[in-house]
């Protein structure tokens, strides 16, 4: 018998054997149906910059622009409303990224001598 009469006996062995007329279409493998789960959006934190009265401006505009990726112009708009109003929102994240956000300026503020502080607080929905 050539390779042809080989697999041709082959092929009509396994559509005998997994004929769905003869095992009643019952292929011996189980299949269950996972039910999706909704996943729900993780909660954002606000980073609040609190004014104080020996952080420099120029300090607080390099943070901004370094840790929390603002252009110069948004920098400069955050650090005059924290001037003005005592407080002004530098981002909205998910908790760990404001924490460390938080942890990484007031590592530069330390070393650099300021008593910069930062906050978060949940995003009101």
Not at 6 to 22: D, G, I, V
Not at 48 to 57: I, K, Q, R
């Amino acid at each position: 018998m050539g390779v042809k009469g080989a697999l041709s006996s082959f092929l009509e062995r396994m559509a005998k054997r997994h004929n769905p007329s003869t095992d009643g279409g019952d292929t011996g493998v189980v299949t269950e149906t996972k039910k999706k789960e909704k996943l729900q959006k993780p909660p954002l934190f606000k980073v609040l910059f609190h004014n104080d009265n020996y952080t420099t401006m120029e300090f607080v505009i390099a943070v901004l622009s370094d840790v929390f990726h603002k252009s110069e112009s948004d920098a400069v708009a955050i650090m005059l409303n924290v001037h003005r109003t005592g407080l002004g929102v530098a981002g909205v994240f998910t908790y760990e990224v404001a924490e460390t956000k938080i942890n990484r300026t007031h590592a530069l503020a330390r070393e650099h001598e300021f008593p910069l502080k930062l906050t978060m607080e949940p995003e009101d929905v």
